[in-house]
């Protein structure tokens, strides 16, 4: 009574899915040549739907059918009541979703969905935010459903604060994920802004919070590199604001040095405006500009400072009228300046790294988070030993070496620049030599000089460029060596 | 063919249902042979399981060998939610196991349900927490061992996060061919002497001791390494921990391998018991309601031995059963409300202890083994004594004032003490060991397999359905009516285009 | 890649010989006779069907031959989202033996799941059991009801598309009073599928919900 198993041997079994294939590119073929040939009729009816809705649902890419299915359904409900017309464009989200199913990252179907609730009488936007929970429970990091979802939630007006609970959640179960991290640096902003200071994105209490969490994913995974990302948004190392940084100008030539980049033909209320300014590198954006072969305006001379206005918003910078010039130069805010209460936070993690530093001296990432916490709690008082860890971080991370001669190059320049404008002297010369430079930094402020001396560095060819920048210098002292 | 009438004829007998015993019946069923498979019992699994409350304490009752105990401790005042009488009514709620077992979530069990295809049978649930008992505080505490509950957990300071994380990848790295600095000097040391030169704080050693490597105190750093790493291995697939357990209760096992064994022709048939057990000339005969029934080969289950094949001599080694069971019901389970609030409904405890300690789970609804409200707890170490004696150290820790068990049932596995006489032909399959997952289990049914057909495959993949030739038809074609529709419909299409 | 909305597993018992593997080959293959028994190695029978539109796909499973002693395997009626009690209206004995098979499912099945009373073999004309006692029947225990030929191909067809109709029913409103009640925390158990290679949680950036597989 028994019979015996039997399986299709894996010739029969190709055969087979052979068989299958062809039938499903026979099939293929037809339902594709049914809709060009209704389309060339225009013929965007219920029968247009059901084809491409066959073909999308077994593959979800097919680009010109996600757009015949729009046509077919905005020609199908164009004369229908809005309730029938809700009713159809839902099941159409319906059938997206089940697209979804197949592949959650198509682009046509999200894009698809966006349409549908576009175009639908009385979109039901809150579903759509239960869909995006839903399929981020299913793979946390599909930054399609990301992109969607702040795109719902924006129309379902959900609070940011749930969102963040939301995010929060997702951080905890996962916290490798760069969607998330971005999320929050969105949002913070807009739940826990800096009550004065406006170029400060959060509240010193949200801030001292995140830093710990992002602290604890960077010790419980240090490879992981969406928390760094994290970590170096909240510490500010961001663009800085607009202002004037330095300005300069003598007989026969004028600088003027910006924070950023900014288009100085397009600024208002400058006094010297009618001077023939270029920018250092020729661009329209520049945070050089300069002046040749000018001639210093009688009137000028007397004025004590300099101002303009750009976007609505005046800047101005103190001058000070010296034998042959006048100049006026402000410090760069090199980072931020928090309060007590995020310093004390500050000091604990940076503790916590000392302390770790002794089980791990060899810790990379350990050292480079304790000298930028360093920097961000005192920045003079650590100079040296911020210095010592990125030397040793070039030896440890030789891959990196140049990324950290860098960075030691840019807060060397930063402390000698300091040091200058804390003298309030002249702006005779500077003196860079012998600082390990590998690289030139805040060149727009450089530009008031008249002699740089950049002798026994390490500077490469790449950084010549910037020379151009070096407007005031008539003596540049560099290397032989460099070509 | 009448109802109740078997066939004559077996290539092989299986009597007792078992979890080692299912597993040959289902291996022997599968490379073809016909297979008769009997249980006295009128319930599947042996010694392996799981009864509903009033089965279970029926199931004590009537077992002498068990020196079962039973104690029901209710608050039976008009406002008690849980009396005897109500936690009596949801009896059908509970899934009971006389043998509770963790499935390591890339273990031999796992993987076996998997190559076979067997695992289309049965469902699991992940375990939420690996757990550590608090002296200081007389109470459960998860341990972190993922890298997301290291991240979440708030018992470390950062520095113990990064010396956790630290140690834990160092082990998952560890290779024989180069063993780095810091192992060379223990090797053939106690592990938990390497563990304390690694200035770590006492409550990482702690955990990677009893949690993680779940070593004894004498293990050696070798075995302390292949542990913790064979832990690191499985987790990351479901859940936070390494491990699942079985929907239900762990007597679904045994019977996920019957359904194999009768999916490819096995004849079953609970509450049948045989005698008069008689080999000759290469052949079994036996008798059951008065049939004679002939069997080529015959495997029976250690708890289940044929007495014709009982021989008046001791045993001296006994290689399995010898466990002391208990089994608690609480209304307020052990450890937070946060501890408890995981999905899996499934936490595990290893607690040090002579004689190997014991293995604890804490078991809700969400497990399928208990009614909402209440809670299962097992506890399963190795006997010496009796078993609540056995379990005593452990039940003192645990079962503060606050966690009084509602039912406490203490119970005892035995090991086989007599010795058989078996054969070429006739092979015994072990009972229950002591230990976590299934491995030692599914070694000896491995082994009773190759013994019976040294030849053949050890349950190779079933097919799928859909791969099947049913009766007669051609291996190759399509069969029109398995089309989906649409393809169907479009297909037709191009029929229609033909004619026009 | 899967394409079908839904996955139901609907499970038939029933007395040996009241034509269960019948109905299920009738209605996925379109064969009947079956030939003699069950085809060795058959576990369940899969179809695809659609209902308005949506791809429901069926996972129908038999017995095994384990009814034939009373012996069924309660896992084979645990995550069962229907179940298919088959008695033979030409055997009154299939029929009165439908309360014991009722305790079984209480006891093991899920309380939720979909009950069907089948009365089978229409087709042939020594009806012992009437039409309307097997629908009393169904009605006292709160089953549907439907009586079919799988012989003659009548109401099998019906048969499993009402019960996909009904299941999908169910899930969506399920699914709407989740969504509603925002998210609890019980998770779905968990079916093993493959081992697929995946890296270890502590080596970085990888760790996705798991090769969990839930319905």
């Not at chain 1, 030139?440 to 450089?446: K, P, S």
């Amino acid at each position: 009574m028994h019979g015996r198993l039997k399986v299709r041997t894996s010739a029969e079994e190709a055969a087979r899915k052979k068989k299958e294939q062809d039938l499903k590119v026979k099939a293929y073929k037809a339902a594709m040549g049914r809709i060009h040939q209704k389309r060339s009729t225009n013929e965007l009816d219920q029968e247009m739907m059901t084809l491409s809705g066959q073909i999308l649902a077994r593959n979800p890419d097919v680009f010109t059918l996600w757009n015949i299915r729009k046509e077919s359904l905005l020609e199908i409900t164009s004369s229908l009541e809005d309730e029938e017309k809700q009713a159809l464009f839902d099941k159409d989200l319906g059938f997206v979703e089940q697209c979804l199913m197949v592949n959650p990252k198509s682009y046509g179907a999200w894009h698809h969905r966006c349409w549908i609730l576009e175009n639908s009488p009385s979109p039901n936007w809150q579903r759509e935010v239960q869909l995006c929970t839903r399929y981020l429970k299913m793979d946390e990091r599909n930054f399609h459903c990301w992109d969607y979802r702040r795109y719902v939630v924006n129309k379902a007006e959900i609070k940011p604060d749930k969102e963040f609970e939301f995010c929060t959640e997702k951080i905890k179960h996962n916290f490798s994920n760069y969607s998330s991290w971005h999320y929050r640096s969105k949002l913070l902003p807009i739940l826990q802004p800096h009550p004065t200071v406006k170029s400060r994105p959060i509240s010193e209490d949200a801030l001292k919070e995140e830093l710990e969490l992002v602290l604890t994913a960077a010790f419980t995974d240090p490879n992981d590199s969406s928390a760094w990302f994290y970590q170096r948004w909240l510490l500010g190392y961001s663009q800085p604001d607009l202002d004037i940084g330095a300005f300069r100008m003598s007989k026969d030539k004028a600088v003027i040095a910006f924070t950023k980049a900014i288009n100085l033909k397009s600024v208002t209320e400058f006094s010297l405006s009618s001077l023939n300014w270029k920018s250092v590198s020729g661009e329209t954006y520049d945070n050089t500009w300069i002046v040749s072969e000018a001639s210093l305006p009688e009137e000028f001379i007397g004025d004590s400072s300099i101002s303009l206005t750009f976007e609505g918003k005046t800047y101005s910078l103190e001058l000070k009228n010296q034998e042959t010039s006048v100049f006026g130069i402000k410090c760069p805010k090199f980072e931020y300046e928090f309060g007590a209460g995020v310093v004390e936070t500050l000091k604990a993690q940076l503790d916590s790294c000392n302390e770790l530093l002794e089980y791990e001296p060899d810790s990379k990432w350990t050292l480079l988070t304790a000298s930028l916490l360093m920097r961000a709690v005192d920045r003079k008082g650590y100079h040296e030993k911020s210095h010592e860890f990125l030397k040793k971080l070039q030896n440890i991370d030789s891959n990196r070496k140049g990324y950290y001669e860098d960075l030691a190059s840019k807060w060397n320049i930063e402390k000698k620049l300091e040091e200058f404008i804390e003298s309030g002297k002249t702006p005779t010369t500077l003196d860079l030599s012998k600082l390990n430079l590998t690289a030139f930094y805040y060149e727009q402020y450089l530009s008031v000089f008249d002699e740089l001396n950049f002798l026994e560095n390490k500077i490469t060819q790449r950084s010549l460029s910037k020379l151009k920048a070096f407007h005031f210098a008539s003596k540049i002292y560099l290397d032989k060596d460099i070509v | 063919m009448g109802e109740n009438s078997l066939p004559g004829e077996f290539d092989l007998l299986v009597q007792g249902t078992g979890f080692t015993e299912s597993i040959v019946a289902a291996a022997a069923s599968r490379i073809g042979k016909t297979v008769l498979h009997i249980d006295s019992n009128e319930y599947y699994g042996g010694q392996w399981a799981s009864f509903n409350l009033e089965g279970f304490q029926k199931h004590l009752s009537e077992s002498p060998n068990f020196q079962a105990t039973q104690n029901w401790n209710t608050d039976e005042s008009e406002t008690s939610e849980w009396t005897k009488e109500n936690i009596l009514k949801t009896s059908r709620r509970f899934s009971i196991d006389l043998t509770p077992k963790l499935l390591f979530s890339r273990g031999k069990l796992v993987k076996l349900l998997i190559s076979s295809n067997i695992c289309r049978y049965a469902e699991f649930r992940a375990a939420d927490n690996v757990c550590t008992f608090e002296e200081s505080t007389s109470s459960l505490k998860s341990v972190p061992c993922s890298r997301t509950d290291v991240f979440n957990s708030k018992d470390l300071t950062i520095i113990e996060k990064r010396l956790l994380m630290k140690l834990l990848n160092s082990f998952l790295n560890y290779k024989d061919e180069e063993v780095p600095e810091e192992f060379k000097n223990y090797l053939g040391k106690p592990f938990l002497e390497f563990l304390k030169f690694q200035r770590l704080t006492p409550k990482i050693i702690n955990n990677v001791m009893n949690s993680i490597s779940m070593c004894d105190e004498d293990a050696l750093l070798e075995e302390g390494i292949e542990k913790t790493k064979n832990f690191l291995l499985n987790l990351g697939f479901y859940g936070n921990t390494p491990f699942l357990f079985p929907m239900y209760g762990c007597g679904e096992i045994p019977q996920c391998f019957c359904r194999l064994c009768a999916v490819f022709g096995g004849v079953y048939c609970l509450k049948k018991p045989i005698s008069k057990i008689e080999e000759k000339d290469d052949e079994i005969s036996f008798t059951t309601d008065n049939q004679v029934i002939k069997a080529k080969k015959l495997v029976f289950g250690s708890s289940n031995i044929p007495e014709e094949l009982l021989s008046s001599e001791k045993k001296t080694d006994h290689c399995c059963g010898g466990l002391s069971r208990g089994v608690f019901i609480l209304e307020k389970p052990l450890g937070s409300e946060e501890l408890n609030s995981g999905g899996g409904g499934v936490n595990f405890l290893k607690l040090p202890g002579g004689n190997g300690g014991a293995f604890i789970l804490q078991l809700s609804h969400y497990s399928g083994t208990c009614p909402k409200g209440l809670h299962l707890v097992h506890i399963t170490s190795k006997s010496s004594s009796t078993p609540s004696d056995d379990l005593q150290p452990f039940v003192e820790k645990l079962f503060t004032d606050e966690h009084k068990p509602l039912y406490t049932a203490y119970f005892t596995l035995p090991s086989c003490s007599s010795k058989v006489s078996t054969t070429e032909n006739i092979v015994e399959c072990c009972g229950t060991f002591f230990e976590l997952d299934y491995d030692k289990s599914i070694e000896n049914a491995e082994m009773v397999f190759k013994k019976l057909y040294p030849d053949e495959e050890f349950l190779p993949r079933a097919p799928d359905p859909e791969e099947i030739i049913i009766e007669n038809e051609d291996p190759t074609a399509i069969s029109e009516h398995t089309l989906p529709e649409d393809l169907k419909a479009q297909l037709l299409l191009e029929e229609s285009s033909k004619e026009v | 890649m899967e394409d079908y909305k839904f996955l139901f597993k609907v499970v038939l018992v029933g007395n040996a010989g009241v034509g269960k593997t019948c109905l299920v080959r009738r209605f996925t293959q379109g064969l009947f006779p079956p030939g003699q028994g069950a085809t060795i190695g058959v576990d369940f029978m899969i179809k695809t069907v659609e209902v308005e539109g949506e791809k429901i796909k069926l996972q129908i499973w038999d017995t095994a031959g384990q009814e034939r002693f009373r012996s069924i395997t309660q896992s084979y009626y645990r995550s069962a989202h229907a179940l298919i009690l088959v008695y033979d209206i030409s055997c009154q004995p299939t029929f009165d033996c439908l309360p014991d098979w009722l305790r079984e499912i209480q006891e093991y099945a899920s309380s939720k799941v979909l009950k069907i009373l089948v009365g089978n073999k229409t087709d042939r004309d020594d009806r012992e059991i009437p039409t309307q006692i097997g629908e009393e029947f169904a009605k006292q225990h709160d089953m549907y009801f439907l009586e079919t030929s799988a012989k003659e191909a009548e109401n099998v067809e019906r048969l499993f598309y009402e019960i996909a109709a009904e299941l999908r029913d169910q899930a969506r409103s399920k699914d709407a009073s989740v969504s509603s009640q925002q998210r609890t925390n019980h998770s779905d158990s968990i079916g093993l599928s493959s081992l697929s290679a995946k890296a270890n949680y502590f080596s970085q950036n990888n760790c996705c919900t798991g090769g969990a597989s839930s319905n």
